[in-house]
């Protein structure tokens, strides 16, 4: 496992601990969408470890597409002004969609993405989460995949980023108050 160094606090959520819950979720997305032709969209950047071992978890017969969207910019508060930085490929018209995401924080992202992609006529459109903070909460979402509810500190590592950095960590963990300025 890598080095935690000096910059994080704390492992929150192990990768083992994160590999059977996402194929928990897997098993429960199979079943709900046995017999459909699934779309998983991933938003960039950070739901990119969560769609590449979600969608090695999944026997679904899928295809996948990616969104990036991006509230946060470089600090560690949602600004709440989403903006597309790229849009999907796919027409997603009729189509099963299933948003994928690292983290539902404020929830601001994700409504915001939600009535965008609603506008566009899906057959079905749902979200599966890896991590949601209830405490921060701004708006109320129904998700029906989640993976883990965590407490309102600021995680990273598993795709979440602080400053674009952490990324790559195989877990999630929590910052040391000095790499914040706290
Ligand atoms: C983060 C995270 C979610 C969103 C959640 O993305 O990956 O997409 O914020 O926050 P919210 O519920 O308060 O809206 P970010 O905007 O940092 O972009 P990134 O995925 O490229 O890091
Ligand atoms: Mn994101
Ligand atoms: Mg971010």
Redesign the pocket.
């Known amino acids: 496992e890598k080095d935690m160094g000096t910059d994080l606090a704390k492992v929150l959520i192990s990768k083992d601990e994160i590999d059977a819950k996402l194929a928990e979720l897997a098993a429960q997305i199979d079943r709900d969408y046995a017999g459909k032709e699934l779309l998983i969209v991933g938003?960039?950047?950070?739901?990119v470890m969560v769609m590449a071992d979600l969608a090695r978890t999944l026997h679904s017969d899928l295809t996948m597409d990616w969104m990036?969207?991006?509230?946060?910019?470089m600090g560690t508060k949602?600004s709440?002004v989403?903006r597309i930085l790229k849009d999907l490929d796919t027409d997603i018209s009729g189509r099963d969609v299933l948003i994928v995401?690292?983290?539902?924080?404020?929830?601001?992202?994700?409504?915001w993405l939600l009535s965008n992609l609603q506008s566009r006529n899906p057959a079905s459109l749902e979200v599966c989460t890896l991590l949601r903070k209830p405490d921060?909460a701004?708006v109320s979402i129904d998700v029906k995949y989640v993976g883990f509810d965590i407490p309102n500190e600021f995680v990273v590592g598993y795709?979440?980023?602080y400053a674009?950095k952490f990324?790559n960590l195989p877990f999630v963990g929590t910052l040391a108050p000095h790499v914040y300025g706290g």
């Open positions: 938003v960039l950047k950070g739901a990036a969207v991006s509230s946060y910019g949602s709440g989403v995401e690292d983290i539902i924080d404020s929830g601001l992202t994700l409504s921060a701004k795709g979440l980023d674009e990324r």
